[in-house]
C-alpha cells in the first residue's frame, strides 16, 4: 500500500465528513485529474482479486468495517462549546456515543469498472452506500482539478485501507461469516409475518381495516372461496359504453362512501379520478377534454375510443386519485385485443380465434393493493361484481391474505424507500405487498428472518 494512504487514520467520522461533499444522486460521467485517477487506481487495485456480481459483471461489491475512533476523531469539543451546540463534556460524549453508539460502522463499497472494444478502460465509477463519489470517463483522457479533488483522494485512501482489510478477511476464509452474523439488521433483507407485526403492533391492524364493515369483509371471502376471480369464468359485455364505465365508477365511489354521489355520472368520475381521461368526458384535464368528450350512451363511440383514442400520458382507469402506487384504478380489458397477436404467435389457430371473436368483450379488472387503499380496492370490487358487471381483482389472494394476517412483510434497508422492493425478494416467497423498516424498539424484531448476504468471492 502506498505510504500516503498508510499514513490516513481510518475512522467512521472522517469517513461520513468526507461523504458530505457528495450529493445522493449519480454523477455525469466526466475526465478526472490525475490525482483523482491515482488514488482510483489504489482503490481498483486494492480490489483486484475480488470476483465481480454475479448479475452484473462489471461491479464489484463488498463491505467494509470501519471504527468509530477516539471521542477526539468525532469533533472537536473547544469548538462545539463556543458554536453552543454542547454546554458540557457530558454532553459532547452523549452526543458522540448517539451518532457512533457502536464500535465498529459498516459501508457498503461499490466499484464499477468499463472497458471499450480494445480492452481499454473507458470508465470507472466509485460508489458508498447509496452516494455516487467518482463517476469518470477516460474516453477524453485526463480532466481538469475540480474543488472536491483533495476530498475525494482522500477518501478513497480510507476506502482502500478498508478495502484491504476486508480482502485479508476474506483470503482468510472468514469475511462471510462475519457480515452474515454481524452486519447491522439496518443494512438487511428480511421477512415477517404479518401476523408477528400484528401481534406486537395491534394497532396497525385496526389501521388497515378501518371503513372496513363485516358485510364487505365476509362478502370478498365468499367470492374468493368461489372461483369467480379467474378470467377464465368471466362472461364479458359484446358491447359496452363509457356510461357503462362511470356507471361502474359510481358503484364503487357509493360502496366507499364517497361524497358527490348525488352528481351527473361524468361529474362523479371527474370528481375522484385522476382527470387525465384521454378524452373520455370533455371534462378532464385541460391537456384532455379533446373534442369535448365522446358519445357516453354509444357503444360505436365507446368501441372508437377504446380502440383508437391517442394516448396522451393519459391515465383514464385511475378512477380514484393517488400517487404511484396509492390510487385505484379500474381497468376496461377486452378479451378480444390481443387475438391477431395471439396467432403471430401460433398461441391460437384460426378456429380459436373466432371463438373467441365471437364470445369475447369487455370486462373490468379492479386494481389495487396499497394497504392504505386495500378496504377501498375491495369495496369496489365487491359492489361492482354485485351489481351485475363482470370484474376481476388484481393480487386479490395476496390482498386477502394481508387481511387475515397470512402473509409476509419485507423488511428492507434503512437507506432504501419501503416501496417498489419486489425485485429484493426470492420468488418462491411469492409476491409481498408491504414493505418497512424495522428499529430496534420493534416488538417484532425478533420475529425476523433475516435473508443470507450474496457472499463474497476471491476471482
Given amino acids: 500500500m502506498e505510504t500516503k494512504v498508510k499514513n490516513l487514520k481510518l475512522v467512521a467520522p472522517k469517513i461520513d465528513k468526507l461523504l458530505l461533499y457528495f450529493g ?3 454523477l455525469n460521467p466526466s475526465a478526472p485529474s490525475p490525482a483523482v485517477a491515482e488514488a482510483m487506481n489504489l482503490l481498483f487495485k486494492a480490489l483486484a482479486r475480488l470476483a465481480p456480481l454475479k448479475e452484473n459483471d462489471e461491479a464489484k461489491s463488498i463491505w467494509l468495517q470501519v471504527p468509530r475512533g477516539e471521542i477526539s476523531d468525532y469533533d472537536s469539543y473547544q469548538e462545539l462549546l463556543e458554536q453552543e451546540a454542547v454546554s458540557n463534556y457530558e454532553e459532547y460524549e452523549k452526543l458522540w456515543l448517539t451518532e457512533y453508539p457502536d464500535k465498529v460502522k459498516w459501508y457498503r463499497l461499490a466499484l464499477v469498472e468499463g472497458y471499450d472494444n480494445k480492452g481499454n478502460i473507458c470508465f ?4 458508498v452506500n447509496k452516494k455516487t463519489i467518482i463517476s469518470a470517463s477516460f474516453v477524453r483522457g485526463a480532466g481538469s482539478e475540480n474543488w472536491k479533488d483533495e476530498a475525494v483522494v482522500e477518501l478513497c485512501g480510507l476506502l482502500t485501507i478498508a478495502a484491504c482489510k476486508s480482502m485479508e478477511l476474506l483470503d482468510a476464509g472468514v469475511y462471510n461469516g462475519i457480515v452474515d452474523s454481524l452486519l447491522p439488521y439496518q443494512f438487511r433483507v428480511g421477512i415477517v409475518k404479518r401476523s408477528a407485526v400484528w401481534s406486537a403492533a395491534p394497532e396497525l391492524k385496526k389501521s388497515l381495516f378501518e371503513g372496513m364493515t363485516e358485510t364487505f369483509f365476509e362478502r370478498f371471502q365468499e367470492l374468493m372461496r368461489s372461483g369467480e376471480n379467474d378470467v377464465s369464468k368471466i362472461v364479458p359485455l359484446k358491447a359496452m359504453s363509457g356510461n357503462d364505465f362511470l356507471r361502474a365508477c359510481a358503484i364503487g365511489y357509493k360502496a366507499c362512501g364517497y361524497s358527490g354521489t348525488d352528481l351527473a355520472l ?3 368520475y371527474i ?3 385522476d382527470g387525465r381521461d384521454e378524452g373520455l368526458t ?35 382507469w385511475e378512477v380514484c386519485r393517488g400517487g404511484n402506487s396509492t390510487h385505484i384504478d379500474l381497468f376496461v380489458c377486452d378479451s378480444r385485443s390481443d387475438l391477431d397477436w395471439q396467432l403471430k404467435l401460433g ?10 371473436r365471437k364470445n369475447g368483450g369487455y370486462y373490468f379488472c379492479v386494481a389495487g393493493d396499497a394497504w392504505n387503499r386495500a378496504v377501498e380496492a375491495v369495496k369496489f370490487y365487491v359492489s361492482i361484481h354485485d351489481a351485475g358487471f363482470p370484474v376481476l381483482f388484481r393480487d386479490a389472494d395476496y390482498i386477502l391474505s394481508r387481511f387475515l ?14 416501496v417498489y422492493c419486489d425485485s429484493m425478494f426470492p420468488k418462491h416467497y411469492g409476491k409481498i405487498l408491504d414493505f418497512m423498516h424495522v428499529y430496534d424498539d420493534d416488538g417484532w424484531l425478533g420475529d425476523v428472518e433475516w435473508l443470507p448476504e450474496i457472499e463474497a468471492e476471491l476471482a
Fill in 24 to 26: 445522493n444522486g449519480h
Fill in 124 to 127: 470507472r465509477s466509485v460508489g
Fill in 271 to 273: 370528481l375522484h379520478a
Fill in 266 to 268: 361524468a361529474d362523479q
Fill in 347 to 356: 398461441k391460437i389457430t384460426d378456429t380459436e380465434a373466432e371463438e373467441k
Fill in 282 to 316: 370533455g371534462k378532464g384535464d385541460i391537456m384532455h377534454r379533446g373534442d369535448g368528450g365522446i358519445d357516453l350512451d354509444s357503444s360505436d363511440a365507446w368501441d372508437a375510443w377504446y380502440h383508437h383514442r391517442k394516448h396522451m400520458g393519459g391515465h383514464p
Fill in 405 to 418: 394476517g397470512e402473509d409476509l412483510v419485507g423488511i428492507v434497508p434503512h437507506d432504501t424507500i419501503p
